[in-house]
């Protein structure tokens, strides 16, 4: 397999039947000439990543980054408890920089992190990828092609149950 990923012609979708957490998280450079308060904060998610990548038990799913002035990772969780567990644990890389950082950094406004939470059950989610790579809920669940009853945003939300506006 080369850099990229490869393409799937045609239409696809997720085929995941199970709740999961959507976690979103990042950072933001308010003040980028403050490497000093910044550079801590951003070099511990990398850390994060390749330790929850060695340790899938621990219930990630998959997840996708994006870099700019924000960062933003999206992250699709098995459960809101896993993702919590994780981020609690004291021999896991997220508490430690997490006390770190209220500590050294607390309300300097040099540098600035977030997250929100999503418990996303499979009735209240659907998904389209055309043209695509796996990507997002098809490439952390099971990347599914669009059939006779999935080819329609209103299908795919009712093939698990749920209620579509239209």
Known sequence: MGPFPAVHPGRFTDAGDEELT????????????????????FVAMPRMIVHLKRHP???????????????????????????????????????????RFMKTVGNDDAVGIWHETYRVAPDHRESIYVNMPAFGLAQATEHAPVDHGSRTAKQRMSRRGGRSAG
Do not use: C
């Open 57 to 99: 038990a621990q219930g990630l799913l998959g997840l996708h980054g994006w870099a700019g002035r924000t960062i933003l990772i999206l992250q699709y969780w098995r459960s809101v408890e896993e993702l919590q567990a994780f981020a609690s644990a004291a021999d896991a890389p997220h508490l430690a920089p997490w006390r």
């Open 22 to 41: 959507v976690f979103l998280i990042g950072m933001r450079f308010n003040k980028p000439w403050k490497v000093h308060r910044w550079l801590p904060v």
